[in-house]
């Protein structure tokens, strides 16, 4: 979560991000998101670079006028003044102004996918991408690997999702391989999704089922806990025989576990007394 004198720098940020960008097309925007992603690589792997557009010691005139000065004749002048105003907010650390710029192209992505109507895909692309990843150990590990080269493992989930994907999609996939605010891989990915529902206004439930749920009990199940919540939720099922039968939910921190699984477990403790 942000300090509030970096949730302060960033709304800024996206508020200028926003009103530049009213007028553009989905295109133009995923282009400008493009663009905040290759400042935020750019501030990953110059540590230098992210304390002299942090140092308190420099009005934010001065900060932003440094990143000007870099970036000139580079970038468009909507990335430019963004990440300008981005960075003559203060922050707490260097590696806050690092977690907000990739926020900020998360967000930007979101706003495209969402401007051209496919948010909904991405959300479920995202979903479906990490069970993939999840269920084969050789892709997690290469995936996942630090030392392995950035390039060539964005260049292999672009060869795995050809026209299979979004390219927000893609775009989001690939922050996940950056490590998006400090996370692992796959944690990254989860944290992806949860955004993109919550940019469609929307709760996630993980739900764990010893077998595919047929399109009529997802809907009796997202419906109840519409209910519960307040609002629309976002079913992600789970396929897991062992648990041999019921339902495990999972919203935010809250777990409704009614697998027999669970119930044999709690029998067996019980006999064990």
Do not use: C, W
Request: glycine letters at 6%; aromatic letters at 4%; charged letters at 25%.
């Amino acid at each position: 979560m942000m300090a509030a004198v970096n949730r302060e720098s960033y709304a800024a940020a996206v508020e200028k991000l926003t009103a530049d960008s009213a007028s553009v097309t989905a295109a133009q925007l995923a282009t400008i998101a493009d663009e905040v992603l290759a400042v935020a690589r750019l501030l990953r792997g110059e540590p230098r670079l992210r304390r002299a557009l942090t140092d308190p010691s420099r009005s934010g005139e001065e900060r932003a006028g440094l990143f000007r000065s870099l970036v000139s004749g580079k970038l468009s002048v909507i990335t430019v003044d963004a990440i300008a105003q981005l960075v003559s907010g203060r922050f707490s650390s260097p590696h806050e102004l690092l977690d907000a710029t990739e926020r900020l192209a998360v967000d930007t992505v979101l706003s495209a996918g969402d401007r051209d109507g496919k948010l909904a895909d991405v959300e479920d692309e995202l979903f479906r991408f990490g069970q993939v990843v999840s269920g084969n150990s050789e892709l997690a590990v290469t995936l996942s690997d630090p030392s392995a080269p950035a390039d060539r493992k964005a260049k292999l989930v672009e060869d795995l999702l050809k026209s299979k994907a979004q390219p927000a999609t893609v775009q989001l996939i690939k922050v996940a391989l950056d490590g998006f605010g400090g996370r692992g891989f796959e944690s990254s990915l989860t944290k992806l999704v949860e955004l993109t529902a919550a940019k469609r206004d929307r709760e996630i439930a993980y739900v764990t089922a010893a077998k595919l749920l047929g399109d009529a009990e997802e809907q009796r199940l997202a419906a109840k806990l519409s209910d519960i919540y307040g609002r629309q939720v976002s079913l992600k099922v789970l396929v897991d025989p062992s648990i041999i039968g019921g339902l495990s939910v999972r919203v935010g921190s809250d777990l409704y576990d009614g697998t027999i699984l669970r119930r044999l477990n709690a029998a067996r403790q019980a006999f064990a007394k």
